[in-house]
């Protein structure tokens, strides 16, 4: 794309703030919810399929990591969970009916409705969702979440990534499990959905501990974007 191309495309989207990224985001979620990938989500989902335990293993281990991934799943059960950010496909889903997850989304309302619509059903019926912007603190979760956080693929569409690391490490209580994934940084112009935050992993792994986490492992996939996983616990 020109230099041009961009001008006119950047000035028809409004300037580069979370809300116009917001408006890019559903946009893109929508066509998501129109695609084959959405439809083999959606069998899962309605089927009762342990989708949580799929994408740890599609996206966070290694095979031969069935002992890590089961004690990941126990300490799961019967515990607080939230998961941050997941658009129209939340995970952490199915492990206490009596103990229902909590999802924050800001887009969620918006995914809601266009489900109901569409679907005649809601993916986050099962779980407690907030739909707000994840940087905004929530004073009730503090310090609640005794099982696990995951986020995956959501901190980098925000400007404001640094209060959403700074809101996690406020709600995850002590042995709380940190399950993350994020694209740290796309190149010198990113497009209106994506934001950059470091160019060096280890920036962002010195930060995580400084919010109270231990580092038990982690990983990137691509240092070239780069990209950074990370499983760690609230000390």
Aim: proline fraction near 7%; include cysteine; glycine fraction near 6%.
């Amino acid at each position: 794309m020109s230099v041009i191309s961009r001008i006119i495309k950047a000035a028809k989207q409004g300037p580069k703030i979370w809300e116009n990224s917001q408006i890019y985001e559903f946009k893109h979620s929508r066509l998501f919810m129109e695609s084959a990938h959405y439809d083999a989500y959606l069998e899962s989902y309605k089927s009762g399929e342990p989708i949580f335990e799929q994408a740890l293993r599609v996206h966070f281990f290694p095979e031969g990591s069935d002992d890590e991934i089961a004690a990941l799943l126990d300490h799961a059960r019967e515990r607080n969970n939230l998961e941050i950010g997941p658009s129209c496909a939340p995970v952490i889903l199915g492990f206490d009916a009596a103990i229902p997850p909590t999802i924050i989304e800001p887009m969620g309302e918006k995914v809601v409705e266009h489900q109901r619509e569409k679907f005649g059903f809601d993916v986050f019926e099962k779980a407690r969702l907030l739909s707000i912007d994840a940087a905004k603190p929530v004073a009730e979760l503090e310090g609640t979440v005794d099982g696990v956080i995951y986020v995956r693929n959501c901190i980098d569409h925000s400007p404001k990534w640094p209060f959403i690391m700074s809101n996690i490490a406020r709600y995850a209580a002590p042995g709380c499990r940190l399950i993350f994934w994020s694209e740290m940084n796309h190149g010198p112009e990113p497009d209106m959905g994506h934001y950059n935050m470091t160019d060096d992993i280890n920036d962002f792994l010195r930060f995580t501990e400084a919010l109270g986490f231990r580092i038990d492992r982690h990983f990137s996939n691509d240092p070239a974007l780069p990209d950074l996983g990370i499983i760690a616990t609230k000390i």
